[in-house]
């Protein structure tokens, strides 16, 4: 077992509502190997707080939360080195301006290796390793990450975890900012990662499109309450959705409106425009 | 979405709301002068009067300044200890010798273990402390037998120590009462504004105070984000191993550099996009502007001006009397 | 005379390429106009040499008759306002009231007015209960109708949307394209730079941007139906669409695809 969340609440004191609840007994599993996983749910929803526990960033204010076999309760324990936990669940954070900050992509992408005393030409190697496995080339390596384009730089920050050799890797909105064809790629990275090294892999998203399309379990979020935890489908098909401030893929929402508009009666469960294009040229009532 | 509390202004009504801001900063100066103008201990426990009875009128939370006098304690606490040492002038009040031996060092360390202990487990810091203090005077003053680490020396308190360090202590305290109410019940953009309207004929020998003011509100503006920002950094970098409670003296100073150089390479970023959005809405540094806040003066102004005036000219009196 | 016309208008950080590479466009009063292209090809630049922020190396920009230079910058910005993408990092006042006030002090408008207006178009934005809010307290949409209300206050009648929604989340996303709506209603000229293809369907024309140069500039409904525009420039056609340029060939779909493009241009 990976990470285990007992009842785990989370609540501070913030300047503009006072006390503030962000995550309300929150309970679920996720698996040391082998999960890949969406995490939804609108801004203020309580995702990025459930996150940062998932590394022991923040400590949960009720309930307890088991990582790898170490239990984190809302006092400081002395006996647990929490940094072991952090390099065993790597957390990616939003924007990649937050940890870069090296001279050179390589020596960045080694300060996390380092850190765990590991020695300087492993450390390298790592860096190598990681780069590599976010598809950019040896060449990046010299270069300095404060020159990259912004999809580069989320990929050196993304190595700069990878290259700790983490169990489990939490990505915080990964391909927000970008253009659709670059979210893609950088999905299509992920999945490959996932499926190269069976690491689990938890992506906080907005975008129900990609949800639908590249994930078989969707934690939803709302007002602070898990409200779901299961396959992505069952989530379009069970909840409404537009209740929770979020969204349906665009697939779903345009198979509806033909449906609703033309009185027909298509499968509007296709995750990709393919299998959309085939429901409607098989349909046979028109 | 944490956020610090920006100075120590709270919200509330009452007299000294209501008043200018530059009303406020003119008489807590014109004050604090006159409280370094009294020579004689009466008039300044008269002056810490007029100051408390201020509190009232002002309907402002005694608690409260207390509350904020509680982190320079300390300070007051050794400026009282130094002034009663160091003062030798008039009468002796006390006169005797202090030892210093093994067991005045046994006493000690264990005074010192009880405090430490007492302060974890309790909620009286400050007594604690104070306790602290009282039983290392009566071990050095008492403790006689065992080994003589220190020959006994002479210790001896003087009856101006005590008046001069008492008249120090009211004089910090009224200091801090007065700036304390000014801070609390002022804003600080208020504030700022009215130093800049206070400051505005320094422009004759070149000081730019509208330019200062705004310095001083943007700064403002922008510390809760940045503290914000500074604080996912570091979660960031702790994510990466980056574990600021320990590690060697070297690997320390790299997860600062970890911190500091995303921090400012934002900051660059965050100055060129706040100076185009601000280009963008025709702000040209310099050029007249209207302001949207309005300093207007009332009655109460004119009376609280003319009160601290009177103040001052009442202990220049009492002064060259 | 168009009402904004931009006329070879070149840009480059250095010798050696052109940012922006000989602009030729003209735009009409009440316009919704959308910018589309890949990161990197020259929108945002596009953007900040409208307002006068960058100094173009060649051409000219003319905005209701009035030739942007150094001496017309201040007149031209009184015209034309701009909504940044960052929402924390324009948003000048300590408070709600003092940023919409920011811009109207700066154009010495007399306090009374001020006053006035701050209240007419925080309500526009529906901030109204806020107005004693620090920037702090708000949420990325609620900063950035902010912005919106502090350039309507300036008489504004452009505002540049510079991917202005795309660190929202999708909810305040479409709160925002709602008030663009309304905005544009009112008859502003609204010039939108977007990654969001759903978004750019709202606009009346559609500017496709390359490598610096304008790719395409044509009327909404007619640039999509020309694939080739968006896949070579390495941009997506929205799902509805993707599909009625699929079922294109066949005369079967035709009411089909009629309810696709209802979708696409209405939702």
């Known amino acids: 077992m990976g990470i285990r969340f007992n009842q785990v609440s989370h609540g501070y004191t913030s300047f503009a509502d006072g006390l503030y609840t962000a995550i309300k007994d929150i309970s679920f599993e996720i698996s040391d190997k082998n999960e890949f996983i969406a995490l939804v749910g609108h801004t203020g929803s309580g995702k990025s707080t459930l996150a940062k526990h998932m590394n022991a960033l923040i400590f949960p204010t009720s309930g307890t939360l088991e990582i790898f076999g170490k239990t984190i309760t809302s006092k400081r324990d002395k006996k647990i080195k929490y ?50 496995l976010v598809g950019l080339d040896d060449s990046y390596l010299t270069r300095n990450p404060y020159n990259l384009s912004g999809g580069e ?124 294009l085939l429901e409607i040229k098989g349909a046979e009532k028109l | 979405m944490k956020s610090v509390i920006i100075g120590q202004y709270i919200p509330g009504k009452g007299l000294f709301y209501k008043l200018d801001p530059r009303t406020k900063i003119i008489a807590v100066f014109l004050l604090m002068v006159s409280v370094f103008l009294f020579e004689r201990i009466e008039q300044l426990l008269i002056a810490l009067g007029v100051a408390t009875l201020l509190l009232l009128v002002g309907k402002i939370n005694i608690i409260r300044v207390i509350k904020g006098l509680k982190p320079i304690m300390i300070l007051l606490i050794f400026t009282f200890i130094f002034q009663i040492m160091l003062n030798k002038q008039g009468q002796k009040v006390v006169e005797h010798d202090m030892y210093f031996t093994l067991f005045t060092l046994l006493f000690l360390v264990i005074a010192f273990i009880l405090w430490r202990v007492m302060v974890k487990i309790t909620k009286f810091r400050f007594t604690f402390f104070f306790l602290f203090v009282i039983s290392i005077y009566l071990t050095l003053r008492y403790v006689d037998y065992g080994q003589t680490i220190i020959q006994p020396f002479n210790f001896a308190i003087y009856e101006d120590g005590i008046t001069m360090s008492i008249f120090v202590v009211i004089r910090l305290l009224i200091i801090i009462t007065l700036s304390t109410v000014l801070t609390l019940t002022t804003k600080p953009t208020d504030l700022t504004q009215g130093l800049e309207k206070l400051m505005h004929p320094l422009k004759k020998i070149g000081f730019d105070s509208e330019s200062f003011a705004l310095i001083i509100s943007i700064s403002l503006r922008y510390i809760p984000t940045i503290f914000d920002e500074a604080n996912k950094i570091m979660m960031a970098q702790a994510s990466r191993g980056a574990d600021f409670s320990e590690g060697k003296l070297k690997d320390k100073l790299r997860q600062v550099i970890s911190l500091l150089v995303p921090m400012f390479i934002i900051a660059f970023i965050r100055s060129e996009e706040l100076a185009n959005a601000m280009e963008s809405r025709n702000f040209v540094p310099g050029e007249p502007r209207t302001r949207i806040h309005e300093l207007t003066m009332s009655y109460r102004d004119t009376l609280a001006t003319l009160f601290s005036f009177s103040v001052l000219i009442l202990s220049i009196v009492l002064k060259v009397i | 005379m168009s009402y904004i016309e931009i006329q070879k208008l070149s840009y480059s950080y250095n010798e050696k390429t052109n940012v922006l590479d000989d602009i030729n466009i003209d735009i009409e009063k009440g316009e919704w106009i959308a910018v589309l292209g890949h990161n990197g090809s020259g929108k945002s630049t596009l953007a900040k040499t409208l307002v006068g922020l960058l100094e173009p190396k060649t051409g000219d920009i003319t905005i209701d008759g009035i030739t942007l230079g150094e001496e017309t910058a201040y007149e031209i910005r009184k015209k034309i306002g701009i909504v940044f993408q960052n929402p924390d990092n324009q948003f000048v006042g300590v408070t709600v009231k003092d940023d919409i006030a920011f811009g109207m002090e700066n154009l010495c408008v007399p306090r009374e007015e001020m006053l006035e207006k701050i209240n007419f178009y925080a309500k526009k934005v529906n901030m109204l209960d806020f107005l004693d809010k620090e920037p702090a307290t708000l949420s990325g949409g609620q900063k950035q109708r902010v912005a919106i209300a502090g350039i309507l206050a300036m008489q504004s009648d452009i505002i540049i949307f510079d991917e202005a929604t795309s660190m ?61 525009t968006f896949t070579s420039s390495n941009l997506e056609l929205p799902v509805a669409l993707e599909l009625a340029n699929s079922l294109a060939q066949d005369d079967k779909f035709k009411e089909i695809r009629d309810k696709l493009w209802e979708y696409a241009l209405t939702k």
Do not use: W
Not at chain 1, 91 to 105: C, K, N, R
Not at chain 1, 263 to 272: A, P, Q, S, V, W
């Open chain 1, 83 to 132: 940094n072991d936990i952090r390099k065993k669940v790597g957390l990616v954070f939003q924007f990649p301006e937050y940890q870069l900050f090296e001279e050179t992509v390589e020596k960045d992408i080694m300060f996390g290796p380092m850190n765990f005393k590991i020695s300087k030409e492993e450390a390298k190697a790592l860096a190598k390793e990681s780069l590599n």
């Open chain 3, 168 to 228: 929202l989340d999708p909810y305040s996303k479409e709160e925002l394209i709602q008030y663009i709506k309304t905005l544009h209603k009112d008859g502003l000229t609204i010039i939108m730079i977007t990654h969001d293809i759903n978004e750019a369907l709202l606009a009346d024309r559609i500017l496709v941007m390359n490598k610096g140069k304008v790719f395409a500039f044509q009327e909404t409904e007619k640039i999509m139906k020309d694939k080739e």
């Open chain 1, 153 to 276: 730089k989320k990929r050196v920050s993304i190595a700069g975890i990878l290259a700790m050799n983490p169990d489990i890797l939490v990505l915080d909105e990964p391909t927000s900012g970008l253009d659709p064809a670059g979210r893609r790629v950088l999905m299509d990275l992920f999945k490959d990662i996932h499926d190269k090294t069976k690491k689990s892999v938890i992506i906080i998203t907005h975008d129900m499109d990609l949800v639908y399309q590249y994930f078989n379990r969707v934690l939803v979020m709302n007002e602070g309450h898990l409200i779901f935890d299961g396959d992505p489908e069952k989530l379009f098909r069970e909840k409404d959705l537009f209740k929770n401030h979020l969204d349906y893929p665009n697939t779903i929402k345009v198979l509806d409106y033909l449906n609703k508009s033309l009185g027909i009666n298509l499968d509007i469960y296709k995750r990709t425009i393919e299998e959309a």
